[in-house]
Each structure stands twice: as C-alpha cells, then as structure tokens.
C-alpha cells in the first residue's frame, strides 16, 4: 500500500472515530470556542487582555503572539491552502448540533484556525513561558474542535500547528526574543533594606511616557507598595532637576537612597546625581520604554519595591559625556548617538508595536538613509565619514541597529556601532545586510568595545541624543564610564508578573487603617513564601514570565 494512501486511510479513521465520540459538554463548548476563534478574534482579545492588564513581558509576549500569528495565517491562506487542495470531510457522522451554521469552502489542509493558534500561544511562551503555559489549554482546545464539529481531519490540524510553530520560530531570526530573568549576568551588591519604604524619597515625573497602562495612579500605586516612602511629584511647570536636587539633600539626610519614578531621560537625570551623592539608586518605570528597568531586573514597580524592602541591588556603569576642554555636558545610563540615529529610533518605535523591532528597525533605515546626510568627523583622530555613530553604556545585544538588552552592566565598556558612509554604493549595501539580517558581516558596518571613545570635528553637528533626550553638541567630544558607579535596587529573584499582579490587586482593597495590605502581609513573609508553604524559600531558576 503507498504511504500516502495509508496516512489517508488513518487519517480518515480518526476523523470517523472523533466524529462518532460524545465528550460531555463538548457540544456546547467547542463549537462556540472554534466560532470564536474565527478571523483570530479570540487571539485578538487574548493580545488585547496582555496589554491592558499584564506587565512589560505580557506586552512583549502579546506583540510576538500577534506577529507570529499574522506570519502564520498569511503562510496558510495565501500558500498552503492553496498549493496543497484537499476536499473538506463529509459531516455525516457528525450530530448536526457540532456542525458550524456555514460550512467553510477553503481548502481543508492545512488547519488555519490552528495555524494561529498554534501560532499566538508559541510567541506568547517564547517571550513569556508562564503565559504561554496558560494559554496552551485553549489553543490546544481551539484546533481539536476543528475536528470535533466536522470541518478538518485530523492531519489538517496536525499541519496548521506546525506551521504556527514554524511561524513563531521564524520571528526569532528577525526579532530575537529577550532573554529570561538573568541569575548570574549582573553583580549583586547589598544596598539599604528600607521595610515598606521608610526612609526612601521618590521623585515621580508627572510628564514621563505613558504612565503604567491600565493601572492605578503612579503616585497611589507607590504608596500601596511602599506606604512609608516620601514622594515628591514633578508637576508641570517645575523644573524637574531643581525637583531631583531638592530629593538627593532629602535622601542624604534620611536613609542616602534616592527613588525617581519616569523614563528613561528621567532616569539618566536622577542616575547622574545619585552617583555623584553616593546614594542607592531605586527605579520604578513609567516610561514609555523604560530600557533601563528592564536591563537592570526591574521591570515592575512590584520588582523594585521588594528589592528595596530586601536590600537587594546590582552593580552599573554610568557613561560620561565632555567637550573637549573636559567640561560635563552630559551623562547616560543607555545609549548615546549622533547621526541618522536619533531619527531611525523615533521611526522604529513608531513601527515596532506592529511589526517587531528588527523589521522596524529595516524599514526605518531604509526611510531616513533616503534624505541622509553623511557626517565628517574624526574619531580617535581617524577621519571618518558616517551615517551614523551609537554608543551603549555597556555591550548590547543582538548587534546591528536594533540592540535590545545587556546582561552585564559593570563591565566598564562602551559599545560603539558605527555605519561608514564613503564607501561604495554604502546606502545600497547597509539596506541589503539589514533585511538579511547579515549586517554584522556588513563591510560598512563596524563594531567595537573600548573603555572611552574621542570625537572631533562635530561643526556639522547641531545635536547629540541621549536616553531618549538631545542635548545641543559641541565641536570636540570625550565619552568615558565610570565602572560601577550607581547601586541599582533589583530584585535576587523572579517575582513572577502573574503573582505581582494579583499581590497588587488584592492590596488596593484598601484595608482598615493601621492593618497590612494582603501584599504587605506575604511581602514580610518574603517574596516566596506563600501561606499553607514551608518557611524555606523555594529556588527560582525557573523561566520567567
């Protein structure tokens, strides 16, 4: 007998096997959870549901989910379907209260309802393994009902869930996924444990990004958490440095930790002056980005509060910007540039929430090098002419022009990306290699890490950008670092997204005056120990949300 014939045959037989079994409640549930899987309408709301109410991994998690399903269903409608024709299962066998009210005329193979399926839940576990967890259950339930009210076989399914697999897999090339909570990349250091904030001042930009989507008030959800901290909140109109230099005489007379709740600019502006104060640094991200947070182990407000109750932070470089006569300009704790990089990140990030950062980040390039100017300057007294020049505080990763994190922080480093702009037909290459994704093998494209980096001839330069800020240029530059200059609150473990946020939720139940919030009370009993669990705190090395 062929192997094809025989594939059919079984194929067949478990179609009729399925078709003829009677789950109960099955006829009810699923043929309602395929209809709302229609048009992807339940991964939709799924993405929708992460956004609104989950943190920065469940944002992250619910924008690979919808890139991975977009690739999936345009790979399944547009070519699968219609290369390989297979004649939908007769319905029969199937009690008519299963059957769909409009039979679909598509061809049966393969399944595009678990194409995407298959599809979201992948890139929701690829960035969020937890969540992933959750919602496999449901797309698992999602493609067997394809079967159970009628409408593919068995293998039809089996193929839509391996080219959803396929499809998240594939985003990866283009758009790495951040790495899981990092154990061993940041060098922990002890910092005050100040139990329920007492002692600590926080200054929260008004003005900064987004706020927390979806959530409490930035001033009343600090307070929740750390009900004895002082916060001092930047109004509009005042000037936000006389408002951090006001908050640093404070933290030095109190517990000499500083708090600054914002984006990555306010954050930078607070990191230079803790540094230059000795003070601890505590950052609760606002932003709209929040970079910074998220490569220093703080993505949450909930994170940086129980690392301040705990005193646990890390180590961090602080970046130094001069003029050429040694006068300070500026300092960084993320990126420097000057150029086309300034502009390629406003139009990558207009981009990224639809598309991911790599794909962004190509079509951006290819938009500003359109109207690009080159820039002549000498570096380390080496005439260059470029397009662009980055700096990181530290070594970035993926290389190329969409650096997404670092997992070390103190290693005295800059990380210098440059794009050469006199080569042959350099605009034509650098756009090849970036949509290959070949751009570290690029000629025109060079990388290197030194410990300061000299910058001259800048009179054609009117700004530099910084942390999301531009600062007026001068003509000679000296970037340096001050190798673990800032003590940074992070929490020593994964807290865990889900578990922050229901702590949180349960905690705005105000509770009568003078009684601990639910988060305060298990917060005392340490990060994880739970009610009902033995005393000895569980080990976290398991994948982050």
């Known amino acids: 007998?062929?192997?094809?014939?025989?594939?059919?045959?079984l194929d067949h037989a478990w179609f009729e096997r399925v078709a003829a079994a009677h789950i109960p409640g099955a006829d009810q549930a699923l043929p309602a959870l395929s209809r709302a899987a229609d048009h992807s309408?339940?991964?939709?709301?799924?993405?929708?549901?992460?956004?609104?109410?989950?943190?920065?991994?469940?944002?992250?998690?619910?924008?690979?989910g919808l890139g991975s399903l977009a690739l999936a269903s345009l790979t399944t409608n547009v070519v699968a379907k219609y290369a390989v024709r297979r004649h939908r299962p007769s319905n029969d066998l199937v009690p008519f209260v299963r059957r769909p009210t409009k039979a679909p005329w598509t061809s049966s193979f393969p399944s595009g309802h678990s194409a995407s399926a298959a599809a979201f839940v992948a890139g929701v576990a690829l960035e969020a393994p937890r969540y992933g967890a959750i919602l496999a259950p449901v797309a698992a339930a999602v493609a067997f009902s394809r079967v159970y009210v009628g409408v593919h076989y068995p293998g039809d399914v089996l193929a839509g869930c391996a080219l959803g697999l396929a499809a998240a897999a594939v985003t990866c090339y283009w758009w790495p996924p951040r790495p899981p909570f990092v154990r061993d990349g940041r060098t922990r250091v002890e910092a005050p444990a100040l139990p329920r904030g007492a002692g600590l001042v926080v200054v929260?930009?008004?003005?900064?990004?987004?706020?927390?989507?979806?959530?409490?008030?930035?001033?009343?959800?600090?307070?929740?958490?750390?009900?004895?901290?002082?916060?001092?909140?930047?109004?509009?109109?005042?000037?936000?440095?006389?408002?951090?230099?006001?908050?640093?005489?404070?933290?030095?007379?109190?517990?000499g930790v500083l708090g600054v709740c914002g984006g990555d600019g306010t954050v930078s502006a607070a990191a230079s002056r803790a540094a230059g104060a000795g003070l601890a640094l505590?950052?609760?991200?606002?932003?709209?980005?929040?970079?910074?947070?998220?490569?220093?182990?703080?993505?949450?407000?909930?994170?940086?509060a129980h690392a301040v109750q705990h005193g646990e932070a890390v180590r961090v470089d602080l970046a130094h910007v001069t003029d050429g006569e040694g006068a300070a300009v500026t300092d960084f704790v993320n990126t420097f540039s000057i150029g086309l990089y300034p502009e390629l990140v406003r139009r990558r990030e207009k981009l990224e929430g639809r598309i991911g950062k790599w794909p962004a980040a190509a079509l951006s390039l290819l938009s500003v090098l359109r109207d690009a100017t080159p820039l002549h300057l000498r570096i380390d007294g080496e005439p260059r002419t470029l397009w662009l020049l980055f700096a990181g505080n530290g070594h970035y990763y993926p290389d190329g022009l969409a650096p997404s994190h670092r997992p070390h922080l103190d290693e005295g480093l800059l990380d210098i990306r440059t794009v050469d702009a006199d080569a042959r037909?350099?605009?034509?290459?650098?756009a090849i290699s970036t949509l290959g994704v070949a751009l570290n093998r690029s000629r025109v494209f060079h990388t290197q890490r030194v410990e300061k980096l000299s910058l001259d001839g800048l009179a054609e330069i009117d700004l530099l950008a910084?942390?999301?800020?531009?600062?007026?240029?001068?003509?000679?530059?000296?970037?340096?670092?001050?190798?673990?200059?800032?003590?940074?609150?992070?929490?020593?473990?994964?807290l865990g997204e889900i578990r922050q946020q229901f702590l949180t939720a349960t905690a705005h139940l105000a509770p009568p005056a003078g009684t601990p919030s639910p988060w305060q009370q298990l917060r005392s009993r340490?990060?994880?120990q739970w009610p009902g669990r033995p005393t000895e705190p569980p080990d976290h090395t398991g994948p982050a949300l």
């Open 1 to 9: 007998m062929h192997p094809r014939s025989r594939l059919s045959r």
């Open 41 to 64: 309408r339940l991964w939709l709301g799924a993405a929708a549901a992460l956004t609104a109410l989950g943190g920065p991994k469940a944002r992250r998690a619910a924008r690979r």
């Open 204 to 255: 929260v930009n008004s003005g900064s990004g987004k706020g927390v989507p979806g959530r409490l008030p930035v001033d009343e959800h600090l307070r929740i958490l750390l009900p004895e901290a002082e916060v001092l909140v930047r109004e509009q109109g005042e000037d936000l440095m006389e408002v951090l230099d006001k908050a640093v005489v404070r933290a030095q007379g109190s517990a």
């Open 282 to 304: 505590a950052v609760f991200p606002a932003g709209t980005l929040n970079h910074f947070a998220l490569d220093a182990g703080a993505a949450t407000f909930e994170d940086t």
């Open 425 to 430: 037909l350099a605009r034509t290459r650098l």
């Open 466 to 494: 910084h942390d999301g800020e531009t600062t007026a240029a001068p003509d000679s530059l000296r970037l340096t670092k001050s190798r673990g200059a800032l003590t940074v609150y992070s929490p020593a473990a994964d």
């Open 526 to 528: 340490g990060a994880s």
